[in-house]
């Protein structure tokens, strides 16, 4: 029986139970370098099964469209951080400060990769410039995102280090592990296209990982102590308001812009969305560790409203009726 759209999927489920453990039984002590250097060794395993998965055909295959994937730029790493600045007035009352920089660090995250080419291929979109857009945003957030964080978060809430050193870092800890597997592709990428529901796995269970070692820190520093139930309800409306303004605008943009109707489900699902996977990664590298717990928060919490709303969405277009092809005037009846 199919899971309805509102629901909550397994791995949120997940999600919430690491909380809860984390909650409940933090790595403290002398377990919590072990987590941490387990942690490090987890993301860098994910992003080197990334980069053995990416298909340079398929990067081929889209890399043309390039007003398309500019638009989707611009809408993934000036949209959504205009938005967060100036709704911030309106919407910080609403959270702490704490969460309010969590929202501040969602805005200048880059796109999903898998989720939004899922719901572009479900809605009848163009697929192949979703993966070469999609997964372009994930290469360009390692250097535009730890810029736009020294821009925008640090000024609110200091961050670990500067934009260079987080730059460097990034690209050590991310992206060095996402080169060599996409490196070793021609000796493992057939293996990994046979096996994907280990690169699933490793997936899920890096994110778990990091998202435990981080509340972790946070609990021990007294983070449901400092994050009233009222500012929990508060970041509800928050990620509601952004992502309800990416939607319309993302596909406000397109329309005005000409795009064809494939082509603005694809710029609606890949402009409006933000990897959970990639932010909690860096997140974990451009903070410090107690910090950290409450910075992804809002994320969390936009990821799941994301999948739910755009299963919505991506099923409405899925039912739009196809143009009728034009009529030569020869073929008219008399």
Known sequence: MKRPAFLPDNFTLL????????????????????????????????????????????IRAGVTHWRLHLLVFACTFALFPVLGLALRPLLQPLVTPALYTGVLFLCVLPATVQSAIAFTSMARGNVPAAVCSASASTMLGV??????????????????????????????????????????????????????QVLAMVDRSSILLVVYTAFSAAVIEGLWKQVPWQALLGLLVVCGVILACALLLTGWFARRLGFDKADEITIVFCGSKKSLASGI????????????????????????MQLMVCAVLAQRYARRSEPAPAVDAAQRPA
Do not use: C, Y
């Not at 387990?38 to 340079?56: E, P, V």
């Not at 590298?285 to 799941?304: D, E, R, T």
């Open 281 to 304: 990664p860096m997140a974990n590298v451009l903070f410090a560790a107690n910090a950290v717990g409450a910075i992804v928060l809002p994320l969390m919490l936009f990821h799941q």
């Open 15 to 58: 999600l919430v139970t690491t909380v809860l453990l984390a909650t409940v039984l933090p790595a403290r002590g002398a377990v919590a370098p072990f987590f941490e250097h387990l942690t490090s060794f987890a993301i860098g395993l994910l992003f080197f099964m990334h980069g053995a998965k990416l298909s340079r055909d398929a």
């Open 143 to 196: 250097f535009v995102s730890p810029v736009l964080v020294g821009l925008l978060v640090v000024p609110h809430a200091g961050a670990s280090a500067s934009a260079l050193d987080s730059i460097g870092r990034i690209l050590l800890q991310l992206m060095l592990p996402f080169v060599l597997g996409h490196l070793a592709r021609p000796l493992i990428g057939a293996w990994v296209a046979r096996h994907r």
